[in-house]
């Protein structure tokens, strides 16, 4: 289980890293760009994104470092130690903070704006909502995706010795 820490560490990294910069791009450009548009304009162009979005790369950057996850938390667990408590603490943090939001908060609220009328009342008043509530829980995976980084790579410091 050793050897297997630092391989499954180091693909942890880089699949919350992508997840990282994935939620960056909303929180500080995307999201303030759709917010310029009508309403109507705003919540086509975020649908669209939610259709186009699930495809297999984003599938495994998403799943992938969830899975990943997941095991660095077991395996973290069961090897105790600094590295140990590192992967664990990255894991539980990538859960909770990304996959436990997106699919309390940010899931529900791409469903509600897929399904109100396109160019309707309900719609403009969903999209200001959509925008005041979906967007500071993207801040919310940007910095869970960036603290898991952090943690796994100090696991991975912990797991392979160096020099």
């Known amino acids: 289980m050793a ?25 500080v450009c995307i999201m303030a760009a759709f917010a310029r548009l009508t309403p109507a304009e705003g919540a086509a162009a975020m649908n669209a994104i939610n259709v186009v979005i699930l495809n297999p790369w984003f599938a495994t950057a998403f799943f992938g470092a969830a899975a990943l996850s997941l095991a660095l938390v077991v395996i973290g667990f ?31 609220l791409n469903d509600a704006l897929a399904a109100a009328p396109a160019g309707s009342a309900e719609q403009a008043t969903l999209w200001q909502r959509y925008l005041d509530v979906w967007t500071p829980w993207n801040h919310v995976r940007t910095l869970g995706s960036l603290a898991a980084v952090g943690l796994f790579a100090l696991a991975f410091r912990q797991g392979v010795p160096l020099g």
């Open 78 to 108: 069961l090897q105790g130690g600094a590295g140990g408590l590192m992967a664990v603490a990255g894991g539980l943090v990538f859960l909770v903070a990304v996959i436990g939001v997106t699919m309390v908060f940010n899931v529900p």
């Open 3 to 27: 050897s297997v820490f630092p391989i499954l560490t180091f693909f942890a990294i880089l699949a919350a890293a992508l997840n990282a910069g994935l939620f960056f791009i909303f929180s």
